[in-house]
């Protein structure tokens, strides 16, 4: 066959042509003369010499050795032409089909040559057995052209060719005769049916899924193997009559008048095994009184699989069973699938009920290792799943998988992710339901007082009961929706950076401080009610894709019954408040903000600090801070927050074009406008950030630029940090006053003693007696802060003292310094 398009190809400067009169017989080079060229075109339908003449195709033998044009041929590797087996290649069959000329098989179903060819009849075509005396059959038959002189070049050739995926060893493909479903006359209506399914990814539905549709062939049902279901098909010796056995009681019908033509010596019995080798002896009469045997092959095991959702409800002798059963809601297998389960579970249900079998399908990618190597034991980067779970756990197994990439993307297995989802989110969640516990079995918590209401809460309980609630309709959208990955990151986002890292944190006071010293009664039965309410939540939520843990946590917060029985919780949308969690958003930036600013200059949290400065955007903007003003003050240790409405001669601004953005919309022009980006004012600058967007003239074009197609940076000015994020800017003054000074004294030597404390194993209730070593650079920081040590630390009496006997030892600022805690 070739490539109808093929126009002459020779390289004409190597010298091809050689003198012909001079060449004799054995010769390594031939010489040939190029007399005239030809596109591919016209070589369709010139005839040539069999090579090997042993034996002709079963038909149309005179049309077998001919010149065919053929889709599949490239000139992209080799010649453009190639030698077609219709009985080795769908391809080849195909196009050897369509031009009506026949098959000719000359190697049997061992993979050796049959005696037809007598140079090498018995002989295998490929070393399938791994034989170390295996005589190359291809080499032979080089030497067999050679010295027949047939051969005009010969050249080793490196080209792709199939191979078991289990143990490498060559595949021969191979005709045989088979039983097919007609599924090409329902590709209409499987192609418009699969439209209606809900493909995750959308992609594998509309594009390998949807074109192995589009060019869909009969469906090949039988396998010539010996384990399976036998094809219930009997047939007479002249193939004439046939008949198709529906059931078993057909088939015991059917046997009987077998047994009574004298066929069959015995009736089937009750436990009669309808496998092979047995189902193979049943010999059944035909209607003219001949004997009929069984087709010795088995179906396709694809179709037990498609059948599946009938076949578990013994379909159709109890066709009510289907009600409500059928079709599936979600079915979930790899992508490799597409033409397997998919495929047939999709064709029998279109066929036999003109329905799809499932409503929404999850196509899984592939594990692959960390560096994106396919696994294999052969390649020794496989990871036995059943000693990763024993070793790490199922559900943060599980866990990592899900929030590693979506379920339906190859995803890259490193172990270190299931220790940082360990860590990280499992760890976190622990530790929060431990500070719980804690508390309260101190404090006699009883979950079953009637709740406090919440316009009775202060603001942060307010606010993470409205993000839990939003977490709610986020998690509860992504699982309906079949985004388990989305729904993970939320709830592993919820629980560590807003309940552990904000809530808790700046909630902690509340718990573990005893009524009357600041806190009401009222006021930590709120905040033990949120926090309970919020871990039962998530235990709920996270349930799905954690099933072990959930249960855990959720039996651990005194449930009676399984979370796998519990209702999934249902959102309040009274209890979102989209502007206080905006709020809230706004000071987890800042706090953030300023926390890195701190970093920056190895400024410690617990060093007070006089002001940050924000500019001010807009009214709505201060407001919104100015609502959490106190939480952020609170969060960065820092004493008050400046506005500026008017940054010009405080912050220096500059301005950065997003080549990334700006590029594909401006292409030629963007040098253009990147200049004129760079080259803006600082009031330009902040009307763009006031605004959104300015309008700029470049060479007579009005060009509007908005704000997140740039990047706005602060330069640092003396004596304060500066730091951007989008339209956020802070600046922290990072000028430490000596009053300052002590009080970031005070918050360490608190840090220290509570660390002792723990060392001490004295319960977070007990209440101590203190006495510190006097030290010239604490002692103003001792007096000037002495009630505020004492309430954190409980202490009844704390004194310095020129001398600690039976003391203890710490640093603060690098200077050691001495103590004696006593238990009152």
Not at 305 to 327: E, I, R, T, V, W
Not at 771 to 782: C, F, T
Request: net charge neutral; charged share 30%; hydrophobic share 35%.
């Amino acid at each position: 066959s070739v490539k109808i398009v093929l126009e002459n190809n020779r390289d004409k400067t190597k010298g091809d042509y050689l003198n012909i009169p001079t060449w004799s017989l054995g010769d390594k080079k031939i010489p040939f003369q190029v007399v005239k060229e030809f596109k591919g075109a016209d070589l369709v339908g010139v005839t040539y010499e069999q090579l090997l003449p042993y034996t002709l195709p079963h038909k149309d033998a005179e049309k077998a050795f001919q010149v065919i044009a053929g889709d599949f041929v490239t000139t992209e590797d080799g010649t453009g032409i190639v030698h077609l087996a219709p009985s080795f290649g769908a391809d080849d069959m195909r196009v050897c089909n369509q031009n009506k000329i026949g098959s000719l098989t000359l190697v049997d179903k061992s993979g050796k040559f049959v005696s037809e060819c007598p140079q090498w009849a018995g002989r295998y075509v490929k070393n399938f057995n791994d034989d170390p005396e295996y005589q190359n059959v291809d080499i032979d038959i080089v030497v067999y052209l050679k010295q027949n002189n047939k051969a005009f070049k010969v050249e080793k050739y490196a080209h792709t060719y199939p191979h078991c995926w289990r143990t490498d060893k060559p595949i021969l493909y191979y005709p045989l005769d088979s039983w097919f479903i007609k599924t090409t006359a329902y590709k209409k209506r499987l192609t418009e049916l699969n439209k209606t399914i809900n493909w995750k990814p959308k992609a594998t539905g509309t594009g390998r899924f949807g074109n192995w549709l589009e060019n869909l062939v009969d469906w090949n049902l039988s396998r010539s193997r010996f384990w399976g279901t036998p094809l219930p098909i009997w047939l007479s010796r002249d193939r004439k009559e046939i008949k198709v056995i529906g059931s078993v009681s057909e088939l015991q019908v059917e046997v009987n008048k077998a047994y009574d033509a004298g066929f069959m010596e015995h009736k089937l019995t009750e436990d009669f095994d309808l496998h092979k080798p047995f189902v193979d002896r049943i010999v059944l009469s035909s209607e003219t009184g001949q004997k009929m045997y069984r087709e010795p092959d088995l179906i396709d095991v694809w179709f037990d699989s498609g059948a599946m959702p009938y076949a578990q409800l013994h379909y159709p002798f109890k066709k009510n069973d289907l009600d409500g059963k059928f079709p599936a809601d979600f079915i979930a297998e790899g992508v490799d699938q597409t033409r397997g389960w998919f495929f047939t579970l999709h064709t029998i249900a279109v066929m036999l009920f003109d329905s799809v079998a499932f409503k929404n399908v999850v196509s899984n990618g592939l594990v692959l290792d960390k560096h994106g190597n396919k696994m294999s034991k052969r390649l020794g980067n496989a990871i036995d799943p059943f000693k990763t779970i024993d070793k790490y756990g199922a559900d943060p197994t599980r866990w990592y998988m899900i929030i590693n990439s979506q379920p339906w993307d190859n995803t890259k297995f490193d172990i270190e992710g299931i220790l940082e989802v360990k860590r990280k989110f499992f760890g976190t969640l622990y530790n929060t339901y431990a500070f719980l516990a804690l508390y309260a079995n101190i404090d006699g918590f009883d979950k079953s007082k009637e709740e406090i209401q919440i316009d009775q809460r202060p603001e942060i309980d307010k606010w993470i009961i409205s993000k839990l609630n939003s977490l709610i309709v986020e998690t509860d959208k992504y699982y309906s929706e079949y985004e388990p990955t989305k729904a993970a990151r939320v709830i592993q986002s919820f629980v560590i950076e807003n309940l552990s890292n904000w809530y808790v944190r700046l909630c902690r006071r509340r718990f573990w401080k005893s009524e009357g010293e600041g806190i009401t009664k009222e006021d930590k039965q709120a905040a033990y009610q949120t926090l309970y309410n919020c871990l039962l939540t998530i235990s709920k939520l996270m349930a799905p894709i954690a099933p072990f843990i959930s249960e855990r946590l959720y039996l651990d917060l005194n449930q009676q019954t399984s979370v796998h029985l519990a209702d999934f919780p249902k959102s309040k949308s009274v209890l979102i408040n989209k502007d206080l969690e905006e709020q809230m958003h706004i000071a987890q930036q800042v706090s953030s903000m300023v926390l890195a600013l701190r970093k920056k200059v190895n400024i410690k949290v617990r060093q007070p600090l006089n002001k940050i400065m924000i500019p001010i955007l807009t009214p709505e903007f201060k407001g919104h801070i100015e609502k959490v003003e106190a939480l952020i003050l609170k969060e960065t240790n820092v004493k008050a927050i400046e506005y500026v409405l008017n940054t010009s001669g405080i912050i220096t601004k500059k301005i950065k074009p997003d080549f990334k953005k700006l590029g594909p919309k401006y292409g030629q022009k963007m040098k253009l406008v990147a200049g004129a980006i760079s080259s803006m004012g600082q009031r330009e600058i902040e009307s763009l950030e006031t605004d959104g967007a300015l309008m700029l003239n470049i060479n007579e074009e009005n060009i509007r630029i908005t704000i997140d197609e740039v990047d706005i940076l602060s330069e640092d000015i003396p004596g304060w940090l500066v730091e951007n994020k989008g339209e956020l800017t802070v600046a922290l003054d990072i000028k430490i006053s000596d009053e300052l000074k002590q009080e970031g004294i005070a918050r360490e030597l608190v840090n220290r003693i509570q660390n002792l404390r723990k060392q001490q194993k004295l319960n977070v209730t007990d209440r101590i007696n203190i006495k510190i070593e006097r030290k010239d650079w604490i002692e103003s920081a001792i007096y000037n802060h002495k009630e505020y040590i004492c309430s954190e630390i409980l202490a009844e009496e704390l004194i310095l003292a020129d001398k600690v006997s039976n003391s203890l030892t710490t640093e603060i600022n690098e200077t050691e310094i001495k103590l004696e805690i006593q238990k009152t």
